[in-house]
């Protein structure tokens, strides 16, 4: 038991120390990618040093639960990638310890940093989500710091618009200043021109002031109309003028908003749940009323009885106005005004109902986001644990440590699943997909991938050979290796040639009384080619002999004869008879029209290269005979 623990132990030390790495490694790139986008709302407006921190904090608590499976993911390739690479978990399993015992310690850790990604998710990041949107939308309402560009119209400060041509840094003085007034509105625009001036702020910043030296100022002196023709104008000559402005360039929380406490994103299960109800019941709510308002619609009462007919049902009388002949006896005016007026109510009815429309849209789509959330906060949880038994089992495979290849498997990995969960929750939201379809697709999809992984790695098999996928492709196109026999160095007995040629002429007898036996070039009976099983054992037969002869022969030191060997075929002894060894899938293959035709045309083409093996076989065995003759002649 004392060995048990101490492995434990050092399992757990060894994830530990990598997971809190690749963890704030990997908090950090998702805050740089999330400052990325409100980059534009930070830089220059004179934010305090508090506010800053205020906003990484909050962001950081936001992105914990996002940063936590890809840190599992990575740090869990590490780990078993060095135990790989070291042959440390070589060594485990030598002492009778098995994969999912080495990991059951790792596996408890994983679980309980789910139930911790989850509290995140539930408790703080709805809290943390709150404050950081209250703190973005302060942040955009905040002035931006005071910085005029030289060359540029500079339009910050509401209501003024200012081009500098020049701009001294040291000394703050801007000369060639143009200044455009229209906080009285466009139509009474001043209008000032300086040829040097300063621009300061007030101790409470709340207001600019503007020292302008040698300019001048003109001034509409009635509100300038189309109708006019001569807009008289004052012009104003100054050596020295001081403007004062109001300008907001402090930063200030604004109070709470209702658009951003009923974010999805801002609430824990119980609220969403509550929501969904009250989104549910308005949704039913809107739906009955508009049902109930077109079933009272005035048009409701009408009856089309019969084609350019209406049937108008008055008390208990029926009245049936033919309507063509009702328009025709309209003058031209008035029909004009029938259909000018027809045409603006079926205008108006479609524009009505289009914003009605929009309503019961709006109404979904926030029902349906806070559904997604509501699976969201279950699915990121569990995508720890998932992530930990695809890395786990991945990194004991690949067998290598450090940054290198697993990073690279963990960024594939890690985008395959953000391409999968954000594309099918966005079409859940969207309503083209069902919902729990939708958020849980990225977990339907990688779970049987990390339980592949976990068998494949508990059973030592070889995921990543590249010699079993391509022995299945050559099984599947009936590709097949050639021999590559070659001159031994050193040879301990000499083959009995007579002896072989005597042996030739029997396996030349047999490949001539199976080609007369078999029509293998003609077509094979389908229901035979379904039906048949196992290998064929005149085929094994031969095969036997021939790989024999080939074995003594191989001790020539006949360079002829050698060249001769690498001609012989290498035999298959079912390819030409069935799919496969099982007769049930023989069947179901036959069953299933398109695969049995397929196995039926690849079986045929097998037959066809048995009859051109079996016939090169008859004129190797020739050969080498003939051979063989030579050689005893010279002698």
Not at 57 to 75: E, K, Q, R, V
């Amino acid at each position: 038991m004392l060995r048990i623990k101490k492995l434990d132990l050092f399992i757990l030390k060894s994830f530990l120390l990598l997971f809190a790495g690749t963890f704030f490694i990997c908090l950090f790139i998702f805050m740089m990618q999330f400052l990325w986008r409100y980059v534009d709302e930070l830089v220059g407006k004179g934010l305090e040093m508090s506010v800053l921190v205020q906003f990484f904090y909050y962001s950081g608590l936001t992105l914990i639960p996002l940063s936590m499976p890809l840190a599992i993911l990575l740090a869990a390739l590490i780990t078993f990638g060095n135990f790989g690479e070291r042959f440390e978990l070589l060594s485990m399993k030598a002492a009778g310890i098995p994969l999912l015992r080495i990991i059951r310690p790792l596996v408890i850790f994983c679980v309980f940093l789910s139930c911790m990604s989850f509290y995140f998710q539930n408790v703080v990041a709805p809290q943390a989500q709150s404050k950081l949107w209250h703190l973005l939308v302060s942040m955009k309402q905040t002035s931006p710091e005071l910085d005029i560009p030289e060359s540029v119209f500079y339009d910050e400060i509401d209501g003024y618009n200012i081009y500098v041509k020049q701009k001294d840094r040291e000394t703050g003085i801007m000369k060639d200043v143009l200044i455009y007034n229209f906080s009285e509105g466009f139509e009474n625009a001043h209008i000032i021109w300086a040829a040097e001036g300063k621009m300061e702020m007030t101790a409470d910043k709340q207001h600019l002031q503007l020292h302008l030296y040698n300019g001048e100022q003109f001034e509409n002196l009635k509100s300038q109309t189309i109708a006019a023709q001569n807009v008289p104008y004052r012009r104003e000559t100054f050596r020295e003028k001081h403007i004062i402005i109001e300008f907001d360039g402090g930063f200030s929380m604004i109070d709470n908003t209702e658009v951003i406490t009923n974010r999805h994103d801002s609430k824990n299960m119980a609220a969403i749940s509550q929501t969904i109800d009250s989104l549910s019941y308005r949704a039913d709510s809107i739906g009955r009323s508009y049902y109930r308002e077109v079933s009272r619609n005035t048009y409701a009462d009408n009856i089309i009885t019969h084609k350019d007919s209406l049937k108008l049902n008055s008390g208990n009388v029926a009245t049936v106005i033919n309507i063509d002949s009702l328009f025709d006896s309209y003058t031209i005016a008035e029909k004009e005004r029938a259909i000018s007026h027809a045409s603006e109510r079926m205008n108006s009815t479609a524009n009505d109902w289009k914003v009605r429309s929009l309503q019961v849209k709006d109404t979904d789509s926030n029902l349906r986001k806070h559904q997604a959330a509501w699976h969201q906060k279950i699915t990121l949880s569990l995508s720890c644990l998932m992530f930990f038994f695809i890395g786990a089992p991945l990194g004991a495979i690949i067998r290598k440590g450090g940054l290198g290849l697993p990073v690279v498997i963990s960024v594939i990995i890690f985008v395959l699943y953000y391409i999968i969960d954000s594309g099918a929750t966005r079409l859940a939201k969207s309503g083209e997909m069902n919902m729990i379809l939708g958020v849980w697709m990225s977990t339907l999809v990688l779970t049987p991938i990390g339980i592949f992984f976990t068998y494949k790695s508990n059973k030592d098999s070889a995921v990543f050979n590249p010699d079993a996928y391509l022995n299945v492709f050559r099984w599947l196109f009936g590709l097949r290796p050639s021999r590559h026999l070659i001159k031994k160095e050193v040879i301990i007995e000499d083959p009995n040639y007579p002896n072989i040629s005597h042996r030739l002429d029997g396996l030349t007898g047999q490949c001539q009384d199976y080609l007369g036996k078999h029509r293998l070039t003609s077509a094979p009976n389908y229901y035979k080619v379904f039906t048949n099983h196992g290998h064929d054992d005149a085929i094994a037969e031969l095969s036997k002999q021939m790989e024999q002869v080939i074995e003594e022969l191989s001790n020539s030191k006949d360079g002829v004869l050698l060249n001769y060997l690498n001609n012989y075929p290498i035999l298959s002894t079912s390819a030409h008879k069935s799919p496969s060894d099982k007769q049930g899938l023989n069947i179901l293959a036959g069953l299933v029209v398109p695969v049995g035709i397929f196995f039926y045309i690849r079986i045929w083409l097998f037959s066809k290269r048995l009859d051109k093996d079996l016939k090169k076989i008859i004129r190797n065995n020739q050969e080498i005979q003939q051979t063989i003759k030579e050689k005893s002649l010279d002698k």
